[in-house]
């Protein structure tokens, strides 16, 4: 399921949630900073499980904010490691899960604090940062809707 929906309209930007995004095939979310870019894979959209920000939370003591992950969807109850190579839907848009969503020095340094140095944040979200995807069909995702599998 959608749990949250995030853009930035500028690079390091401030995350803004939304109930809803508009997405264009081969180009991504409207009014997103990735917004028709593609220097590389799954720059269209990024996702991250719910799940993986309660795990870093408790593993690390931390109480981190969804939007703090720069993602631009959160959600529950969906394996999303499990999605690369493989297309989904969500609503009437579809997805290529194409890379996983590994973590940059720039979250390292947004997460890092007095208990958790950068390159501990790095390590933490090596392997459950998310997924990147391309956008293959236009359409509206809105927080609430589930994934699709065939």
Not at 4 to 27: C, D, H, M, V
Not at 30 to 46: A, E, L
Request: proline fraction near 2%; hydrophobic fraction near 40%.
């Amino acid at each position: 399921m959608i749990k949250s929906l995030y853009i930035a309209n500028k690079s390091r930007g401030t995350q803004q949630a939304l109930p809803e995004i508009r997405l264009i095939a081969g180009r991504g979310i409207i009014g997103d900073r990735n917004f028709d870019k593609s220097r590389w894979p799954g720059q269209n959209i990024t996702f991250v499980e719910t799940e993986e920000i309660a795990r870093y939370n408790t593993a690390y003591r931390q109480v981190i904010a969804e939007h703090a992950t720069r993602r631009n969807v959160i959600t529950e109850g969906v394996r999303l490691n499990e999605l690369m190579g493989r297309e989904f839907r969500i609503g009437g848009v579809r997805f290529r899960g194409v890379e996983l969503c590994e973590p940059c020095a720039f979250l390292g340094e947004l997460l890092a604090n007095d208990g958790t140095t950068q390159k501990d944040v790095i390590k933490a979200w090596i392997g459950h940062g998310g997924l990147r995807a391309n956008v293959l069909s236009d359409g509206t995702m809105k927080v609430g809707m589930h994934f699709e599998f065939d």
